[in-house]
């Protein structure tokens, strides 16, 4: 549990070895600069400087404009460095992802925005719905997977991401690792591939891509050219390692976004940094078929995780899973 945390932070130019280390601050009760977990030393990344930082931000959340509609707001200090996006229109505005529900992230949109806001997850993993509660119109797809994890979790599935291996700095005030937990929320209108969202002056299409969970979705911007990819893609190691994981289903959908970069301008992942160049997408593409076909092979390898590098990305998977010859 703890290792597959790790990973999607580290540089993909780190060893595991450097990530097993990690696991030894387990026991600190708080982190100082010597005793931080070593992604600690990247933040705030380098490519979060091309950006307005905006004065809003506060101990936990950083928020950075990225266009004259679009707000990035990150939770830096937390391992997930997980990227929630607010996107505004003439009339409403949407929260795409809402953290890991350790910080009061509707405090933060209330400070961007006096237009209605909706909440909607790239998918239900608990690092991008932990706000949705705070919300009183929340879309989601109707499936048994989101269904299940709109119910909540409680404090001993989620506890690693408020402990101090997990950590830079101190949680927010009235969060420790023996409270928190993730809120049950209530789809009040749910959408499915090609739903249409209008924010008035902004419409943004779902598209349905399940892999990386059964309920993954991306949203398109289609006149601006943005595509908000979730966790099917991010600047950084994929984690492709979980049950409920799909790579067949995962191999269609990485394609399917990859054969949208001529009409891209900007991929906006949900962690680590912002922006990645659109055709990323085709080169995750094809690796992940070079992985999927058994054409490449591991580069690290635990009893329970295997890891392929590559240059500006890579693929956490199940050591036993299959590979299709």
């Not at 209605?116 to 048994?144: E, K």
């Amino acid at each position: 549990m703890i290792l597959r945390k790790i990973y999607r932070n580290i540089p993909a130019r780190q060893s595991l070895i450097s990530a097993l280390m990690m696991l030894s601050l387990a026991a600190c009760a708080e982190n100082t600069p010597e005793t931080s977990p070593s992604f600690c030393a990247e933040i705030p990344r380098i490519d979060w400087a091309a950006y307005e930082k905006q004065t809003i931000s506060n101990e936990w959340f950083h928020v950075y404009r990225l266009s004259k509609k679009l707000y990035a707001i990150t939770e830096p200090f937390q391992w997930q460095e997980v990227i929630s996006y607010l996107i505004t229109g003439e009339e409403k505005a949407l929260l795409f992802d809402s953290g890991n529900g350790l910080g009061d992230i509707r405090a933060i949109v209330d400070k961007i925005t006096t237009l209605p806001v909706t909440v909607l997850a790239s998918h239900s993993h608990i690092d991008h719905v932990g706000g949705h509660w705070q919300f009183d119109t929340v879309l989601a797809p109707d499936t048994p997977f989101t269904n299940n994890r709109a119910k909540g979790k409680n404090n001993a599935f989620v506890r690693e991401e408020a402990s101090s291996i997990a950590l830079c700095k101190g949680l927010p005030t009235g969060v420790t690792v023996d409270n928190h937990h993730t809120k049950p929320f209530t789809p009040t209108m749910r959408v499915e591939d090609g739903s249409q969202i209008d924010l008035g002056g902004v419409t943004l299409e779902v598209l349905a891509i399940p892999g990386h969970t059964p309920d993954s979705i991306a949203l398109l911007d289609h006149k601006s050219g943005r595509l908000f990819t979730g966790d099917s893609y991010y600047k950084g190691p994929i984690w492709l390692y979980a049950d409920e994981t799909d790579l067949a289903a995962y191999r269609s959908s990485i394609a399917r976004l990859a054969a949208l970069v001529p009409n891209l301008n900007a991929v906006h992942g949900a962690h680590n940094v912002p922006f990645s160049n659109p055709d990323e997408l085709v080169k995750v593409r094809d690796g992940f078929e070079a992985v999927y076909t058994g054409h490449k092979t591991s580069d690290e390898k635990t009893k329970t995780q295997a890891r392929y590098h590559f240059k500006s990305f890579g693929f956490i998977l199940q050591a036993n899973h299959e590979v299709t010859q």
